[in-house]
């Protein structure tokens, strides 16, 4: 395998491994800019991970998995949303508790059902989402040298959800900055009391922030289960959720930097992918959990040398109490 052949597969598995980490970012991206800070996102992954699998095994379609994922990941989003906004509840104590029940619930329900430890049945056929193939790829990678090689194998051959991630970050950077609605979003994240006082509702546009919240933690977690996996696993989400917050912390809460740190993440797991068993000149072989580590050890990296200098919604955090 060339150098060029090598990057572009790196590449490819670079942009597979960062979509659940996109979708967790642009939800965490939308409810923080409303002003409801969110650590829950690991959990709704994991439970629209669990629904999406077993929808798709009792139907046999990848799509009624994803809507079944989403679905659930919405159920939970609002579950979260009433604590925190109707309640004016504790919202790192309410998104602790959704990543416990999602933990907890999907490997309960999973273990009585299929009797599997929690994990469901392999799908396979139309109960998976398959790879499209883009117009063009098959020729440009013999036509066009280079260029049609990077298209063929980078951007072609994905499954549906990974090409609505992408559009969920034009979608959400679209709507957040040149929309009325998303002006009103950001605005209740900075000041909702000058929002109440035009006559907004402010939990109506928290609740509608959490709410797009769990769609697209709902598009991440079906893709892990029914496009990037054959099945759920119980805590298949690994951490993403986390890393998916840190992307946004170091992105500053922009849409376009937080893709950009989510494809860094995916990059640095592609590249510990490809170096488990090498044996590095002057190191030797690297044992694998070093290896595997890289990803949450730039985590850290990045939180600490940007947490200081990111700058969060001034109403992040704070639930708001109407003035009498």
């Keep these: 395998m ?14 597979r491994l960062s979509i659940p980490l996109i979708c967790a970012a642009m ?20 439970i629209a991970a669990f629904a999406a699998a077993v929808a798709a095994h009792v139907s046999g379609s990848a799509w009624a998995g994803l809507g079944a994922g989403i ?15 109707t309640w004016r509840g504790n919202q790192i104590v309410s998104g602790v508790a959704v990543n416990m029940l999602a933990a907890g619930l999907a490997v309960v329900l999973g273990n009585a059902w299929y009797g599997q430890g929690g994990r469901t049945p392999p799908l396979d056929g139309a109960a998976r989402f398959g790879e499209l193939a883009l117009p063009f790829a098959q020729g440009a990678r013999t036509h066009v040298p280079g260029l049609g090689l990077i298209y ?34 950001r605005a209740v994240g900075e000041n909702p009391a000058a929002v109440d006082a035009a006559g907004i509702s402010v939990a109506g546009l928290r609740y509608a922030a959490v709410a797009i919240c769990g769609l697209l933690c709902g598009l991440g977690g ?23 917050l840190a992307a946004v912390i170091f992105a500053n809460w922009r849409p376009w930097r937080a893709l950009g740190a989510c494809l860094l993440f995916g990059l640095l797991d592609a590249v510990a992918i490809r170096l488990q ?13 070093a290896i595997q580590a890289l990803p949450y050890l730039m985590t850290i990296v990045l939180l600490a040398g940007f947490i200081g200098k990111a700058t969060p919604p001034k109403a992040s955090g704070t639930p708001y109490v109407k003035e009498r």
Excluded at 9 to 15: A, F, G
Excluded at 73 to 84: D, M, P, R, T, Y
Aim: aromatic share 8%.
């Design 152 to 185: 063929d194998e980078v951007i072609s051959g994905h499954a549906a959800p990974a090409y609505l991630a992408f559009a969920c970050v034009l979608a959400t950077a679209f709507l957040l900055k040149r929309t009325r609605f998303g002006l009103r979003i």
């Design 277 to 289: 068993g090498v044996s590095l000149p002057g190191i030797g072989l690297v044992p694998v959990e």
């Design 27 to 46: 939800a965490g991206l939308w409810s923080e800019k409303a002003g409801v800070v969110d650590i829950g996102l690991e959990g709704k992954m994991l």
């Design 222 to 244: 079906t893709y892990l289960a029914v496009a990037q996996s054959a099945g759920f696993l119980p805590q298949m989400t690994a951490g993403r959720g986390f890393i998916a």
């Design 71 to 85: 679905l659930a990941s919405v159920a939970l989003a609002l579950l979260h949303g009433f604590a925190a906004i």
């Design 2 to 15: 060339n150098l060029l052949q090598t990057i572009a597969v790196v590449l490819d598995s670079t942009v």
